[in-house]
């Protein structure tokens, strides 16, 4: 089974960027399409980016289409989402999953909060 450790959220400004960074341990990341999701107070977990094991088809959200990429590096074991024209509505706590014949893992979550 799969860790995850999700890293790189803090305080933005609207219009800022950030980068999410998701470490994984215990298993290779090259089987499993890995994906980032957020859960904002009050509201469900949604998905926001989704990167498959070669990274030839990536699918994204449309709210946050066009401002957010995700990536992958198999070879270090690490997956990006990088965040740029944050909107105070991408206020949430950011997710990293795995997903490999529907075993899936979680980390713990990274809080990403934008606002002046």
């Known amino acids: 089974q799969v860790q995850l450790v999700e890293s790189g959220g803090g305080l933005v400004q609207p219009g800022g960027s950030l980068r999410l960074s998701c470490a994984a341990s215990?298993?290779?990341?090259?089987?499993?399409?890995m994906s980032w999701y957020r859960q904002a107070p009050g509201k469900e977990r949604e998905l926001v980016a989704k990167i498959t094991p070669t990274g030839d088809t990536i699918y994204y959200a449309d709210s946050v289409k066009g401002r957010f990429t995700i990536s992958r590096d198999n070879a270090k074991n690490m997956v990006y989402l990088q965040m740029d024209s944050l909107k105070p509505e991408d206020t949430a706590v950011y997710y990293c999953?795995?997903?490999?014949?529907?075993?899936?893992?979680w980390g713990q979550g990274t809080q990403v909060t934008v606002s002046s």
């Open positions: 215990g298993s290779t990341l090259r089987i499993y399409t």
């Open positions: 999953n795995s997903n490999y014949n529907d075993q899936s893992s």
